[in-house]
T-cell receptor
């Protein structure tokens, strides 16, 4: 069974804080993704990585950065959290190649006050 | 612009009844279409995948259809159960490049006893 885990289920941070969200997958997947999910909107891609130390911007990268130092781990960083970054954050992973299934973690609900 | 639209936004049905969820997409080039189920507080889990040449695919009580000409898909749930209460998300994969997905906003289904 594929397992994608995220470091926290719920997180509350203050405006201006630096926030780290961690994601780990155990299936040796090449690709890893970070999405945010807001009510009434589909999942939106923030960043993805197709290999260690490689990263590409998604549709909404502003205010975020990522790090992938090991194949199994992909971190999302909010350099200076703002209230409009309050959201559900979902990590996913997949094998390389087109149309491959993405496996999702349970999500981290982040509240920025 | 690549888009996936789902209807209805929300649906309430009684346990044991059938229902059909709709998905229209304008995604090109098309690779495949998946339906995901997302339970409250959890990440999405794939139910079915359909490629261009497939018209229908079943997974237990879930049956997905695809009309590639009209760019429409549906998910039919038979003999609903309380555990079917969840959001159902239509996701279209874009051919080429990395594994880019276009997400619908989802249909929130509530099954009542």
């Amino acid at each position: 069974d594929v397992k994608v885990t995220q470091s926290s289920r719920y997180l509350v941070k203050r405006t201006g804080e630096k926030v780290f969200l961690e994601c780990v997958q155990d299936m040796d997947h090449e690709n890893m993704f970070w999405y945010r999910q807001d009510p009434g909107l589909g999942l939106r891609l923030i960043y993805f990585s197709y290999d260690v130390k490689m990263k590409e911007k998604g549709d909404i990268p502003e205010g975020y950065s990522v790090s992938r130092e090991k194949k199994e781990r992909f971190s999302l960083i909010l350099e200076s959290a703002s209230t409009n970054q309050t959201s559900m954050y979902l990590c996913a992973s997949s094998f390389g190649g087109r149309g491959r299934e993405q496996y999702f973690g349970p999500g981290t609900r982040l509240t920025v006050t | 612009k690549n888009q996936v639209e789902q209807s209805p936004q929300s649906l309430i049905i009684l346990e044991g009844k059938n229902c059909t969820l709709q998905c229209n997409y304008t995604v090109s080039p098309f690779s495949n279409l998946r339906w995901y189920k997302q339970d409250t507080g959890r990440g999405p889990v794939s139910l079915t995948i359909m490629t261009f040449s497939e018209n229908t695919k079943s997974n237990g009580r879930y049956t997905a259809t695809l009309d590639a000409d009209t760019k429409q898909s549906s998910l039919h749930i038979t003999a609903s159960q309380l555990s079917d209460s969840a959001s159902y998300i239509c996701v279209v994969s874009v051919k080429g490049g990395y594994n880019k997905l276009i997400f619908g906003a989802g249909t929130r289904l509530a099954v009542h006893p």
